[in-house]
Nanobody, 124 residues
Framework: QVQLVESGGDLVQAGGSLRLSCAISGRTFSSKAMGWFRQPPGKEREFVAVLSWNGETTYYADSVKGRFTISRDNAKNTVYLQMNSLKPEDTAVYYC?????????????????WGQGTQVTVSS
């Protein structure tokens, strides 16, 4: 069984920074791709970023490219999302997710495990 727990969400002013963390339980963390998704108020869940199992491949949504950075620490079973230059449109519930295999998927249906989400609110 794999469990994911996000933390780090907060209320921040536009232009500020936050770092989200996702702690993963389970022995197979290092063999999974890890992704971040978000769901803005009244909208559908959308892809944010993904990091492959070995850390060699990353993809970002165009809306966050250059501002967000995904990273992982396999020794700590943790994945991070560093968010800089935050904008009000980044306001959403952020979810981390784990996908089996060696790809770097950007579609929610390819992820088998999900966290409960953490709220990020960016004020203007």
């Amino acid at each position: 069984q794999v469990q994911l727990v996000e933390s780090g969400g907060d209320l921040v002013q536009a232009g500020g920074s936050l770092r989200l963390s996702c702690a993963i339980s389970g022995r197979t963390f290092s063999s999974k791709a890890m992704g971040w998704f978000r769901q803005p108020p009244g909208k559908e869940r959308e892809f944010v970023a993904v990091l492959s199992w070995n850390g060699e491949t990353t993809y970002y949504a165009d809306s966050v490219k250059g501002r967000f950075t995904i990273s992982r620490d396999n020794a700590k079973n943790t994945v991070y999302l560093q968010m800089n230059s935050l904008k009000p449109e980044d306001t959403a519930v952020y979810y981390c997710a784990a996908a089996p295999g060696r790809g770097a998927p950007n579609r929610a249906y390819e992820y088998h495990y999900w966290g409960q989400g953490t709220q990020v609110t960016v004020s203007s």
